[in-house]
T-cell receptor
Framework: GQNIDQPTEMTATEGAIVQINCTYQTSGFNGLFWYQQHAGEAPTFLSYNVLDGLEEKGRFSSFLSRSKGYSYLLLKELQMKDSASYLCAVSRKAAGNKLTFGGGTRVLVKP | NAGVMQNPRHLVRRRGQEARLRCSPMKGHSHVYWYRQLPEEGLKFMVYLQKENIIDESGMPKERFSAEFPKEGPSILRIQQVVRGDSAAYFC??????????????FGPGTRLTVL
């Protein structure tokens, strides 16, 4: 089976940095996705990692260590609009690339 | 290029009625996935379909739930004899062909089902 863990909730201040960790256990790993989901809306794609290392995209960066089954999403220069849930999801090629999601991390950005 | 479309966006049903949720994938996408999100929870995989084929339905409840993706028209998720526990947001995602290793799934806006 698969197990994906991420913190339930985090609070940070506008302009600060927040790091959301995700640990996973799976076989046939074919990449890890991060999605952002605002309340009542669809998840939107943020990043994809399949090789070890850091992927940077503007204010958002994502890191992967396959040997440790670990990823993090780094949000820099936080803005109020970044208040949302952040979903970690693992893809398995043998499973038709269906995604297995963690429970999501709700990030609250305070002024 | 229009994104993934789902309708209706909101659906209210009484216990025992049927719910039909529709999903039109992005143009050129031949893979459709359905996920369910209960209140305050993460998304859970339900079923994966290609045109006229159910590839993986391991996440679908064995009874009352069915899905199809016909040659023409949208994918349909059908829930018969709904119960209160079916109240959730149902998201559809589509993806292009799997030949390349990276296959992002694009999500639709979801259908929020409320069972009274």
């Amino acid at each position: 089976g698969q197990n994906i863990d991420q913190p339930t909730e985090m609070t940070a201040t506008e302009g600060a940095i927040v790091q959301i960790n995700c640990t996973y256990q799976t076989s046939g790993f074919n990449g890890l996705f991060w999605y952002q989901q605002h309340a009542g809306e669809a998840p939107t794609f943020l990043s994809y990692n399949v090789l070890d290392g850091l992927e940077e995209k503007g204010r958002f960066s994502s890191f992967l260590s396959r040997s440790k089954g670990y990823s993090y999403l780094l949000l820099k220069e936080l803005q109020m609009k970044d208040s949302a849930s952040y979903l970690c999801a693992v893809s398995r090629k043998a499973a038709g690339n269906k995604l297995t999601f963690g429970g999501g991390t709700r990030v609250l950005v305070k002024p | 290029n229009a994104g993934v479309m789902q309708n209706p966006r909101h659906l209210v049903r009484r216990r025992g009625q049927e719910a039909r949720l529709r999903c039109s994938p992005m143009k050129g996408h031949s893979h459709v996935y359905w996920y369910r999100q209960l209140p305050e929870e993460g998304l859970k995989f339900m079923v994966y379909l290609q045109k006229e084929n159910i590839i993986d339905e391991s996440g679908m409840p064995k009874e009352r739930f069915s899905a199809e993706f016909p040659k023409e028209g949208p994918s349909i998720l059908r829930i018969q004899q709904v119960v209160r526990g079916d109240s959730a947001a149902y998201f559809c995602a589509s993806s292009p062909l799997l030949e390349r290793s990276y296959n992002e799934q694009f999500f639709g806006p979801g259908t929020r089902l409320t069972v009274l």
